[in-house]
Structures are given as structure tokens and as C-alpha cells.
């Protein structure tokens, strides 16, 4: 399989660690629900792959998800390998953490939102009460001795409210970092920031004292800025990159979102710049084949089409 040429460029970080949500983020968002035993098969594929953090369900409201309802058996069917540190689960409220640690999960993300409107929509919360509900989870997770993400969703555009100003996303990211988050993650929900966007949030979110190790990004690509917005990050020294198997992807609770940034297209560009990921190519361009398959549909990871289709 073609590989690409690689030409480091000045000014990277010389490894990047992949947080592959495919599994949570992709299959959250499938109309029909997929079977049990595929998206632990899609686990596996993506270990083999090389892929070292993988984010693998969510312990959220099933009623509000159902796609994910399967939580609890997912990671009992995958064992030891569902509970180590890099397979974090979403986690909501309390009832999801006590689900998550009835299941044996060793860490969990949180996920709020910048805008006041997806708040509502995602959480049934206002942008002030998601506090309210993440605080004691977070505190009984530490307590548990669990590594905790945070994410905030709609930080470069709302579909409801439109624009979103850089203070408003670092504000809430601050407050979420001081619940005793370990990492942050910045999630363009829907897909429109640009690259000068990424740069003003970042800079806002290091003058508000997170340190760059502790931030992740986290793009869709619905209008086709995922991997500038990425390079962007790059170069401003974030290391922790966010992306999906195959580009599968979206919010159920935002229709406007489509797939992830794909695994396969962010792992050719670090490829390309000399970037170390862990991660067998060729492999994971199979693994999205074989997802494909058993979703009826191409991928939409213009990598996966392109190694594809030269067989
Ligand atoms: P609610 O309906 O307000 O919850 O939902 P409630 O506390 O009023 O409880 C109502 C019922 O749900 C009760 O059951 C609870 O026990 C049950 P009943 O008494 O009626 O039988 N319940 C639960 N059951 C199982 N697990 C739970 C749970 N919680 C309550 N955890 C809630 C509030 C937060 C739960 C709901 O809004 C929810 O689940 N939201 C999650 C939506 C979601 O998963 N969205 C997608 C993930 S976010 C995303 O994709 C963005 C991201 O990728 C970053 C980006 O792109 O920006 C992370
Ligand atoms: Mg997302």
C-alpha cells in the first residue's frame, strides 16, 4: 500500500497521541443500531492497528442515545482490554458513573458545552448547571483513582446561536479544568471554525493557565477544515489530536455535525511530516473497509477511498 513521502517540517511536535473516537463519537450517531459483537470487532481491529487510546462507548441516558445502550456488555465482552486507562468512556451524571464503575472503566470524559442552547439540547442542563452535574462526578472519579477528560462541545460556531466568542469557550473550559480535569478537549461540533479561530481559542485557553500537554482538539470536518484546523494545533504545540476510523461521525443531538476528522487522512498528513503515531496504515484503512462494509456505505476518509481503491 502507498505510504507518503515524508518531509518533517519546522516547528511540530515529533509524536502525536491519537484519540480515536470512532467507536463513541462514530457509531453514537449510526440510524440503526450496530450489533454488539461488530463494535467489539472494531475494537480489536483498531488495537491491532496500533491505535493506543480508543474512546469506546458512553454510560449516558439510553433513551437519549440508544445506539449506545449496550455500554455495559461492550466492555464485559472486551475484558481486561475495555477497563485499562486508554479506553475512556462518556460520562454524564452520576447514574453513568456509577454504571461506568460497576463496569470496571478506569477513566471517563465529561462533556459540556460553551453555548447555553447545546446545553439544553445535549444535556437537558443550562450552561450553569452542567457544572452543577459534572463536579461530583469528577470528584468521586479522582477519588476513584480514574483519569478524567473534559470536552466542550460547540467551541467555534452553535447552529442555534451562531457565532461563539473565544472568552465564552475558555470560561467554560477554566470552569471545567477546575473540577480536576486532567485533559481538555476542544470540540468544533459541527465543523466551521478556521484555522485563525483554533489559534485565538488556544492562545485564550493558555492565558487562562491550561497547559498545553492537558489540550486536545477535536474537529469535524462538515465543512472540510479538519486537517488545517489541525495543523493549526500543530503548530501552536498541541500534541493530543482527536479523529475517527473511516471519518464515521456526528452528534445525535446536532444534526448540523457530520463525521469526525478520519484517522486514515490525519495519520497520512503526521506520516508525511515525519510524525510519529503508532499507528500501521495499512491496517487501519482495512479496519474502515471492513466497518464500511458492515455499515452498507463508503467511508467518508478520502485516505481510506484513495489506498482502497488501488487494491
Ligand atoms: P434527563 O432526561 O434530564 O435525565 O437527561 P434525568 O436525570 O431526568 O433522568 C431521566 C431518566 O433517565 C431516569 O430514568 C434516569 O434514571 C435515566 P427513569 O426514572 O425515567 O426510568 N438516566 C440514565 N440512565 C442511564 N444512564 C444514565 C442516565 N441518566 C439518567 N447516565 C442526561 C440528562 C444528561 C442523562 C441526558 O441528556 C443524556 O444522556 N445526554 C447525553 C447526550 C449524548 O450522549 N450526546 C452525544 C455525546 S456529546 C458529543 O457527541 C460531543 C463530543 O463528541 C464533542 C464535540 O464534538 O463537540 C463529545
Ligand atoms: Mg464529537
Known sequence: MRSPQVRPAE??????????????????NEKTIVPLDVKAEFVRHLEDAGVGVIETTSFVSPKWVPQLADAADLLAELGESGRVRTRPVLVPNPK?????IEAGVSSIAVFGSATETFAARNLNNTLDGQFDMFGPVVERAKAEGMWVRCYVSMCFGDPWEGDVAPEQVV???????????????????????????????????????????????????????ALSNTLASLRKGVSIVDSSAGGLGGCPYAKSAT????????????????????????????????????????????????LGARG
Open 171 to 225: 470560561s467554560v473550559a477554566r470552569r471545567l479544568m477546575d473540577l480536576g480535569c486532567d485533559e481538555l478537549s476542544i470540540g468544533d461540533t459541527i465543523g466551521v471554525g478556521t484555522p485563525g479561530q483554533v489559534e485565538a481559542v488556544l492562545d485564550g485557553l493558555l492565558g487562562a493557565g491550561i497547559d498545553l500537554d492537558r489540550i486536545a482538539v477535536h474537529f469535524h470536518d462538515t465543512y472540510g477544515q
Open 96 to 100: 453513568g458513573l456509577d454504571r461506568a
Open 11 to 28: 516547528g511540530l511536535p515529533s509524536r502525536v497521541t491519537i484519540y480515536e473516537v470512532g467507536v463513541r463519537d462514530g457509531l453514537q
Open 259 to 306: 463525521g469526525n476528522l478520519a484517522t486514515e487522512d490525519l495519520v497520512w498528513m503526521l506520516h508525511g511530516l515525519g510524525i510519529e503515531t503508532g499507528i500501521d496504515l495499512e491496517k487501519l484503512v482495512e479496519t474502515s473497509m471492513w466497518m464500511a462494509e458492515r455499515l452498507g456505505r463508503p467511508s467518508s476518509s478520502a485516505v481510506v477511498r484513495a
